[in-house]
């Protein structure tokens, strides 16, 4: 393991492990909009939503493309759909993996 560490560049691992969790995220992101399609909508966040999901998974492999304002975005977008009692459950999954991609996020130097 030391070897690969000190091969790869600082903050390589953590944009590694990010890739792996962004994975996650969109998944569970894309089930919620599937299956509150109608709540988020009158919420008035499903466009944006979709559009942010859209843009990271074309550059999921880049996290320096989308960790900036894309990023941002979709975290506003998640404390919104938090404000609703009823997607409040929903999303303790996506909670648990915004901040895991948040702390290796802050060591990736994002």
């Known amino acids: 393991m030391a070897v690969e560490e000190s091969i790869l560049g600082a903050g390589e691992r953590e944009r590694r492990e990010i890739v792996g969790y962004i994975q996650m995220l969109l998944d569970s992101i894309n089930d919620l909009m599937i299956k509150y399609k109608l709540e988020l909508k009158n919420m008035g966040v499903i466009n944006r939503l979709a559009i942010i999901t859209e ?33 409040a459950n929903e999303l ?19």
């Open 55 to 87: 843009i990271i998974t074309m550059h999921k492999y880049n996290p320096e493309t989308y960790m900036g304002t894309y990023w941002e975005e979709l975290v506003s977008i998640i404390n919104t759909i938090k404000q609703d009692q009823k997607l």
């Open 92 to 110: 303790k999954d996506i909670e648990e993996l915004v901040e895991k991609i948040n702390s290796l996020r802050q060591l990736a130097k994002f």
